[in-house]
């Protein structure tokens, strides 16, 4: 869209003050790197001649268990993600395909989840995994959210979308619904699941009230707490290796984002226009 | 169900067998994911109520029915009233500046700027950094003496106020990172509708030579309304659910300046292990989304967003 008339002066004005915005936005998270590969006498002082250095991700590596919390996160992700794909695709099929008692009631009853996420009701769902044995477990962490009101909601709108004639010649053909809904539905709506899966993957890897409330072991601990658990004990607050812990572990989600962002970014806003 | 139709063949149409059969199989494909959300959501909305009447069991002593006293120790807490008063200050500092600044980038974005692909990419990027890492980021530019705002005022000859230790300044500082990591965020939503504007309207106004400024405000803002107004549900919702800078950042202090509802529903329910009145408070935070959801779903355009 090309909107009205402009001047060369206003336009250039406006690059002006765009690109000044981005290197205001940008500055934060540039001078942490700056901060992670310098020696510490560096952290806050910027010359040219500053030497390059690792040392500060190796000292945070072997301060704290990070190969367990990268693992950890992996896994946790993996598991949402896996079983939201499956629970969210077959609700979703449901609610757009078939006609059955209490659909529009139960439809409201998912998209309650949608303004009280499970977060706000940590204290009655650490009621729940204590009383189901599994506290501190990553199981723990991904249960309240494996059934995605978001995913549902995006999924069944693609659903719609899909025409009936394809649904009725497999039927013809004898398949059966599961057939149907693996044959027809799910290929159909490949951009729709990796938008959902990029979306899912980013929250999850980046979630942290609930984690930390039900964690309290290396064992269980997803990346993010346990950052914030090596950045709040007590260890002179280097801020060199805090910065260098940082950017350690939002890396591969940062590397993936800015190797893919048309992918990213395309899929945000897929999933946001509903 | 279906043993009794089978039972009764004779008074059974086949539509009715077929919508039978459809009920069934809608159910059990619903099945999985709507026991988890019972479960998880539903159930612990219910649980949150009922237990907001009981005492927090202690030792021994099981826990007791004690009707309104969690409530009325609520309306005697003036933390309560300071962390309700902190909310509203958040939420009224955060959500029109990141709208107001995603807006502004997604026109930018959208035009025929230099150099769009670069500007997306610095808008966006806070957004995919998860909240902890960005309070670790600017925990150290606040620091006192040392941080990144300590040497910009430094270098001026000035001394930067301890902006996290200050009643005065530590929600102001909050707001600032929270609209850095959000706006971009609703950037993208803006950016959607925007693409998905008919190109005709701007050549219409183009040749009826309405200025920039003037179809912006007329046909362009107009039109974002829907996206505005979901925008501005989630921006709700997400100063009442984000607290992870305040763990990282302040905890709370000082003297609670910068605590949040959800904040002290997690001190009291999980540092001081009051669970009981930690359900009064959630009662508050859930009557308050509960509100925003009527609200949406009297003054919203359904159709828009749930069509």
């Given at each position: 869209m090309t909107p009205g008339r402009?001047?060369?002066?206003?336009?250039?004005?406006?690059?002006a003050a765009a690109w000044l915005l981005a290197i205001v936005w940008v500055m934060p998270l540039v001078y942490a790197i700056w901060t992670a590969f310098h020696p510490s006498e560096f952290a806050t002082r910027f010359a040219l001649t500053a030497p390059l250095t690792l040392q500060n991700f190796r000292n945070a590596w072997d301060a704290a268990p990070f190969a367990r919390y990268f693992l950890n996160t992996t896994l946790l992700v993996a598991m949402v993600l896996a079983v939201q794909l499956v629970l969210c695709t077959l609700a979703a099929y449901a609610f757009a395909r078939f006609e059955f008692w209490g659909r529009d009631v139960a439809f409201i009853l998912v998209l309650v989840q949608l303004m009280i996420m499970p977060e706000v009701l940590l204290v009655e769902n650490y009621r729940t995994m204590s009383v189901l044995g599994i506290l501190d477990t990553l199981p723990a962490i991904g249960l309240p959210y494996m059934a995605s009101a978001f995913g549902i909601f995006l999924?069944?709108?693609?659903?719609?979308?899909?025409?009936?004639?394809?649904?009725?010649?497999a039927r013809v053909e004898g398949a059966s619904a599961l057939q149907i809904l693996m044959k027809v539905y799910v290929p159909l709506a490949k951009p729709v699941y990796l938008a959902?899966?990029?979306?899912?993957?980013?929250?999850?890897?980046?979630?942290?009230?609930w984690p930390l409330v039900v964690t309290n072991s290396v064992t269980s601990r997803p990346l993010t707490v346990g950052l914030q658990v090596f950045s709040s004990t007590d260890q002179g607050i280097d801020w060199s290796i805090i910065t260098a812990a940082t950017?350690?572990?939002?890396?591969?989600?940062?590397?993936?984002?800015?190797?893919?962002?048309?992918?990213?970014?395309?899929?945000f806003m897929r999933a946001g226009i509903r | 169900m279906s043993g009794e139709a089978a039972a009764m063949p004779a008074s059974v149409t086949p539509a009715a067998a077929a919508r039978l059969r459809a009920s069934v199989q809608g159910w059990l494909l619903l099945l999985p994911a709507a026991a988890l959300l019972a479960l998880f959501t539903h159930y612990p909305t219910i649980a949150t109520f009922w237990h907001s009447f009981f005492s927090t069991p202690k030792g021994a002593r099981g826990s007791v029915f004690v009707g309104m006293d969690n409530y009325r120790q609520m309306i005697d807490d003036p933390i309560f009233w300071q962390v309700l008063k902190n909310n509203a200050y958040f939420a009224l500092g955060t959500i029109p500046l990141s709208i107001g600044l995603a807006l502004l980038m997604a026109v930018w974005v959208n035009g025929r700027l230099a150099g769009k692909g670069a500007l997306r990419l610095a808008y966006f990027t806070p957004t995919v950094l998860p909240m902890i890492a960005v309070a670790n980021i600017w925990l150290f530019f606040y620091t006192p003496q040392y941080g990144l705002f300590e040497q910009v005022v430094g270098a001026f000859g000035f001394t930067a106020p301890n902006f996290l230790g200050t009643k005065d300044t530590v929600l102001a500082s909050l707001i600032v990172v929270a609209v850095w990591k959000e706006a971009g965020f609703f950037m993208i939503f803006y950016l959607a509708a925007l693409q998905q504007m008919s190109p005709s309207l701007a050549e219409a106004a183009a040749i009826e030579g309405a200025s920039r400024w003037y179809f912006f405000r007329r046909v362009t803002f107009p039109l974002l309304m829907p996206t505005t107004l979901f925008v501005l549900v989630n921006a709700i919702i997400n100063s009442f659910r984000l607290v992870d800078h305040i763990v990282v950042m302040t905890k709370g202090g000082p003297d609670n300046a910068s605590a949040l509802l959800l904040y002290y529903v997690y001190e009291v329910g999980f540092r001081f292990w009051d669970s009981a009145y930690a359900a009064a408070l959630t009662m508050v935070l859930l009557l308050m989304l509960g509100a925003l959801a009527v609200g949406q779903f009297l003054f919203l355009d359904r159709k828009v967003h749930y069509r």
């Open positions: 402009q001047s060369p002066f206003g336009l250039a004005l406006e690059t999924l069944r709108q693609t659903f719609k979308t899909i025409p009936k004639e394809l649904e009725e010649a959902f899966a990029l979306v899912s993957v980013s929250f999850h890897w980046n979630n942290f009230l950017i350690m572990t939002t890396a591969p989600l940062l590397i993936a984002f800015l190797l893919f962002q048309r992918q990213f970014v395309q899929s | -």
